[in-house]
């Protein structure tokens, strides 16, 4: 892990309080990608896929991710 954390940044994703996903797990995710400032969610996760987009986090399968990659 200590040659990972040059590279870490604490976000703090405590403020939004609005449930996104049907898997309360699945939120912090939310709330990093949202903190992060994100462009894409990559994930297999059905929970998650089924938001499809949420604000300006577009969220991807791998699969859809690479051929959206590739094409530009």
Request: charged share 30%; with cysteine; glycine share 6%.
């Amino acid at each position: 892990m200590e040659e990972y954390l040059p590279y870490a940044e604490v976000m703090d994703i405590s403020g939004r309080r609005e449930t996104v996903c049907r898997d309360p797990d699945d939120e912090m995710l939310i709330r990093c990608a949202l903190a992060g400032r994100c462009a894409w969610i990559v994930t297999g996760d059905r929970d998650i896929l089924e938001i499809g987009e949420y604000g300006k986090i577009s969220i991807l399968t791998p699969q859809i991710f690479l051929e959206k990659v590739l094409r530009t």
